[in-house]
């Protein structure tokens, strides 16, 4: 296996969306990646990195990552605290989670927890003319990262208050749908979302082969 290089990148932005999620935007250095990969990224000159997936566009001049403060986290307390001009590290593209040209012709169902909305944010702005809903499930309302983005193509579960479209976890509001036979499903975000939407859109008659996933923690 090749080991990938890692490769100082100069802060071009950093963009808050809540009091602990930023965006952090960085030169992109020529880096080509199929929309859904992720890269590492850390600290230039500490050698400890986090895996994240690719937000921005895959025909943007730049490449953004979404980061959430892990109170006890040794990168992304460093990313969230990053000001235009620091210098981070990054390596890659890694990663399968991506649309294939059959699959974008089919009705899509993005299912995110958190952050994990970050790859399909990066598929929306890759991708023209998606048949696709987008379900978020997160704690707070404050955490409806980007929503209006997709317009009401987006979904927000909120299961600690109330304010969202649904008031409950993401799976509850996934048990009331019908889909397509032909849907093709993806789920990013927490495994026990993913282990529990995995077994209910099988449930649901979808296939496995249907099933696509990409576990965050």
Known sequence: MIKK?????????????????????????????????????????????????????????FLE???????????????????????????GPY????????????????????????PFHC???????????????????AEAYDAEHYGDRYFHCVSREDGGAFRGRVTDYLRTLELAPETNAFLCGNCDMIYEAFDLLQDKGLPTAQIHTEVYF
């Open 123 to 141: 598929f929306v702005d890759s991708h023209a003319g998606l048949d696709y809903r987008l379900l978020h499930g997160t704690g707070y309302c």
């Open 5 to 61: 290089k890692r490769k100082p990148c100069r802060v071009l932005d950093v963009r808050k969306l809540t009091e602990s999620t930023v965006v952090v935007r960085m030169e992109r250095q020529g880096l080509g990646f199929s929309p859904g990969q992720y890269v590492r990224v850390g600290i230039e000159g500490d050698a400890e990195i986090r895996d994240y997936s690719v937000y921005s566009g895959a025909d943007a001049d």
């Open 65 to 91: 990552v979404l980061v959430r403060r892990v109170d006890d986290g040794l990168v992304s307390k460093q990313l969230c605290d990053l000001n235009p001009g620091d210098v981070v590290s990054m390596g």
């Open 95 to 118: 990663g399968h989670f991506k649309l294939t040209e059959a699959i974008q012709g089919t009705p899509l169902l993005f299912v995110a927890t958190g952050t994990g909305i970050s």
